[in-house]
């Protein structure tokens, strides 16, 4: 931790509205899988699977530590706006039509693909650092490229596929190759796109 004197008060309180919102929106996803889901072991692995928790736990966990007095570089507070961003942008544009949750599940489902991306974007625009370079733009696709690694493992042992453009067992390997392709090309742009206007509100 570094700096923990100097870590505004009013970063502090917004950063832990943001975890606030997205822990509650975890904890709403968990209890929606109820007890038929299996045990609670059972139910947190289930939820392990997908990047769309595990990035909001990571938003959840690093505005708690801001909170704490922790001050977030630059490159990091980035880079978690680029995956949560892009956990709004893949749901809205491609999964959304999918699905119909309702009761809890709805309001699980809204606090982590709408709520917690725009609640973190607001704090990362008006009191996160935003010196950011471009050379960040390689240590922000770790995350995205690491999960995805992380899931096509998973499901080719287990069968268990998140995302529908990434199920192997029904697209092939060649086809979910693309997909990552693709999904890494769209990020490297938006890191781009966010190292632009961190660039102008820094100024």
């Known amino acids: 931790m570094q700096d923990r004197a100097r870590t505004p008060v009013p970063e502090r309180l917004a950063a832990l509205a943001v975890a606030t919102l997205a822990l509650a929106a975890l904890r709403a996803q968990f ?22 928790i595990l990035t909001n736990a990571l938003v959840a966990g690093h505005m708690l530590l801001v909170a704490l007095h922790w001050r977030i570089s630059a490159a990091r507070a980035a880079g978690l706006l680029l995956s949560i961003v892009m956990v709004a942008l893949v749901y809205h544009t491609l999964l959304a039509r999918l699905w119909q ?19 973190y974007a607001l704090w990362w625009a008006v009191l996160a650092p935003k010196d950011v370079r471009t050379g960040d733009l390689k240590w922000w696709l770790v995350w995205p ?19 529908p453009f990434l199920n192997a067992d029904a697209l092939g390997w060649p086809r979910v190759a693309v997909h990552l392709v693709l999904l890494a090309g769209v990020f490297a742009l938006g890191g781009l796109a966010i190292r632009r206007v961190a660039g102008r509100l820094a100024r």
């Open 31 to 52: 209890d929606a899988m109820g007890p038929d889901a299996g045990s609670a072991g059972v139910r947190l692995w289930a939820m392990a699977g997908y990047f769309t």
């Open 101 to 119: 949750p309702d009761g809890l599940l709805a309001w699980a489902d809204l606090g982590l693909h709408t709520g917690v991306p725009l609640a």
């Open 145 to 163: 490229l690491g999960y995805g690694a992380y899931a096509l493992i998973r499901g080719a042992l287990t069968g268990f596929w998140p995302y």
